[in-house]
Protein backbone atom coordinates (compact mmCIF):
# COMPACT_ATOMS: atom_id res chain seq x y z
CA UNK A 1 0.00 0.00 0.00
CA UNK A 2 1.21 3.29 -0.51
CA UNK A 3 1.46 6.14 1.92
CA UNK A 4 -0.31 8.83 1.72
CA UNK A 5 2.42 11.47 1.10
CA UNK A 6 2.98 9.04 -1.58
CA UNK A 7 -0.33 9.12 -2.81
CA UNK A 8 -0.39 13.12 -2.42
CA UNK A 9 2.80 12.94 -5.18
CA UNK A 10 1.08 10.54 -7.64
CA UNK A 11 -1.86 12.79 -7.76
CA UNK A 12 -0.54 16.29 -8.21
CA UNK A 13 2.14 14.78 -10.77
CA UNK A 14 -0.95 13.75 -12.60
CA UNK A 15 -2.69 17.02 -12.51
CA UNK A 16 0.77 18.80 -13.70
CA UNK A 17 0.84 16.01 -16.22
CA UNK A 18 -2.71 16.42 -17.55
CA UNK A 19 -2.33 20.72 -17.43
CA UNK A 20 0.75 20.33 -19.74
CA UNK A 21 -0.73 18.56 -22.04
CA UNK A 22 -3.49 20.58 -22.17
CA UNK A 23 -1.02 23.54 -22.27
CA UNK A 24 0.52 21.99 -25.05
CA UNK A 25 -2.54 21.74 -27.18
CA UNK A 26 -2.85 25.49 -26.18
CA UNK A 27 0.34 26.41 -27.42
CA UNK A 28 -0.03 24.14 -31.17
CA UNK A 29 -3.13 26.09 -31.88
CA UNK A 30 -2.68 29.60 -30.59
CA UNK A 31 0.79 30.45 -29.98
CA UNK A 32 2.52 28.71 -32.85
CA UNK A 33 0.43 28.22 -35.15
CA UNK A 34 1.34 24.08 -35.80
CA UNK A 35 -2.26 22.98 -35.54
CA UNK A 36 -5.09 24.92 -37.02
CA UNK A 37 -7.04 26.54 -34.36
CA UNK A 38 -10.06 24.88 -33.63
CA UNK A 39 -11.82 27.09 -30.84
CA UNK A 40 -14.34 24.52 -28.93
CA UNK A 41 -10.90 22.44 -28.27
CA UNK A 42 -9.16 25.19 -27.06
CA UNK A 43 -12.00 26.09 -24.60
CA UNK A 44 -11.64 22.48 -23.53
CA UNK A 45 -8.40 22.72 -22.49
CA UNK A 46 -8.66 26.00 -20.93
CA UNK A 47 -11.36 25.06 -19.12
CA UNK A 48 -9.67 21.10 -18.17
CA UNK A 49 -6.59 23.68 -16.81
CA UNK A 50 -9.06 25.56 -14.96
CA UNK A 51 -10.81 22.46 -13.49
CA UNK A 52 -7.73 21.34 -12.10
CA UNK A 53 -6.14 24.91 -10.94
CA UNK A 54 -9.71 25.37 -8.71
CA UNK A 55 -9.24 21.63 -7.36
CA UNK A 56 -7.70 22.38 -4.56
CA UNK A 57 -4.43 20.98 -5.18
CA UNK A 58 -2.64 22.41 -1.96
CA UNK A 59 -4.01 19.41 0.26
CA UNK A 60 -1.76 17.43 -1.77
CA UNK A 61 1.30 19.09 -0.20
CA UNK A 62 1.69 17.58 3.30
CA UNK A 63 4.20 17.85 5.28
CA UNK A 64 7.27 15.46 4.09
CA UNK A 65 6.18 15.74 0.77
CA UNK A 66 9.38 17.09 -0.61
CA UNK A 67 10.89 13.56 0.57
CA UNK A 68 9.42 11.24 -2.18
CA UNK A 69 10.42 7.60 -2.44
CA UNK A 70 13.18 5.98 -5.52
CA UNK A 71 9.81 4.49 -6.95
CA UNK A 72 8.23 7.70 -6.64
CA UNK A 73 10.48 10.67 -6.74
CA UNK A 74 9.29 14.48 -6.35
CA UNK A 75 11.48 17.80 -7.36
CA UNK A 76 9.98 19.78 -4.62
CA UNK A 77 12.01 21.34 -2.55
CA UNK A 78 11.65 21.66 1.02
CA UNK A 79 12.27 25.60 0.69
CA UNK A 80 8.54 25.49 -0.08
CA UNK A 81 7.54 24.31 3.44
CA UNK A 82 9.44 27.41 4.43
CA UNK A 83 7.50 29.80 2.27
CA UNK A 84 4.13 29.28 2.59
CA UNK A 85 2.95 32.54 2.09
CA UNK A 86 4.56 33.01 -1.27
CA UNK A 87 3.54 29.86 -2.38
CA UNK A 88 -0.03 31.18 -2.04
CA UNK A 89 0.21 34.25 -3.76
CA UNK A 90 1.77 31.93 -6.84
CA UNK A 91 -1.60 29.35 -6.37
CA UNK A 92 -3.56 32.53 -6.17
CA UNK A 93 -2.01 34.29 -8.73
CA UNK A 94 -2.04 31.03 -10.78
CA UNK A 95 -5.95 29.87 -10.47
CA UNK A 96 -6.52 34.10 -11.42
CA UNK A 97 -4.37 32.93 -14.55
CA UNK A 98 -6.13 29.77 -15.49
CA UNK A 99 -9.65 30.98 -15.07
CA UNK A 100 -8.91 34.33 -17.00
CA UNK A 101 -7.88 31.63 -20.14
CA UNK A 102 -10.92 29.63 -19.50
CA UNK A 103 -12.96 32.75 -19.78
CA UNK A 104 -10.94 34.38 -23.10
CA UNK A 105 -10.72 30.73 -24.84
CA UNK A 106 -14.88 30.38 -24.13
CA UNK A 107 -14.86 34.01 -26.22
CA UNK A 108 -12.68 32.59 -29.08
CA UNK A 109 -10.06 35.54 -29.02
CA UNK A 110 -7.28 34.67 -30.27
CA UNK A 111 -4.86 37.23 -29.04
CA UNK A 112 -6.51 37.24 -25.50
CA UNK A 113 -6.22 33.70 -25.34
CA UNK A 114 -2.34 34.16 -26.60
CA UNK A 115 -1.94 37.17 -23.79
CA UNK A 116 -3.76 34.97 -21.03
CA UNK A 117 -1.76 31.61 -21.90
CA UNK A 118 1.16 33.22 -21.37
CA UNK A 119 -0.04 34.67 -17.79
CA UNK A 120 -0.90 31.12 -16.76
CA UNK A 121 2.83 30.06 -18.11
CA UNK A 122 4.15 32.91 -16.14
CA UNK A 123 2.53 31.57 -13.19
CA UNK A 124 4.10 27.99 -13.32
CA UNK A 125 7.26 28.95 -14.33
CA UNK A 126 7.36 31.45 -10.70
CA UNK A 127 6.90 27.99 -8.82
CA UNK A 128 9.18 26.12 -10.49
CA UNK A 129 11.79 28.80 -10.18
CA UNK A 130 11.31 29.23 -6.60
CA UNK A 131 10.22 25.71 -5.46
CA UNK A 132 11.16 22.84 -8.13
CA UNK A 133 15.01 20.77 -8.29
CA UNK A 134 16.64 20.92 -11.56
CA UNK A 135 16.28 17.59 -13.32
C1 LIG B 1 3.75 24.52 -19.91
C2 LIG B 1 4.31 23.54 -19.08
C3 LIG B 1 4.88 24.14 -18.04
C4 LIG B 1 4.71 25.60 -18.17
C5 LIG B 1 6.02 26.30 -18.18
C6 LIG B 1 5.83 27.78 -18.33
O1 LIG B 1 3.12 24.34 -20.93
O2 LIG B 1 4.27 22.23 -19.25
O3 LIG B 1 5.50 23.58 -17.04
O4 LIG B 1 4.00 25.78 -19.40
O5 LIG B 1 6.81 25.81 -19.21
O6 LIG B 1 7.07 28.42 -18.21
Same mark, same amino acid.
Given at each position: AQSSIEDAIKFRQAGYAFMAWNMGKIKAQ??? *?AVPYNKDQVAAAANAIAAIANS *?? *? +? /??? +? *? &?DQGTGYNPTR /?? &?EFFQNMQEVGQIATNFNAAANELASVAAGGDQNAIKAAFGKVGETCKACHDKFRAPQ
Open positions: VVD *G *GM *G +A /LYP +A *G &S /LK &S
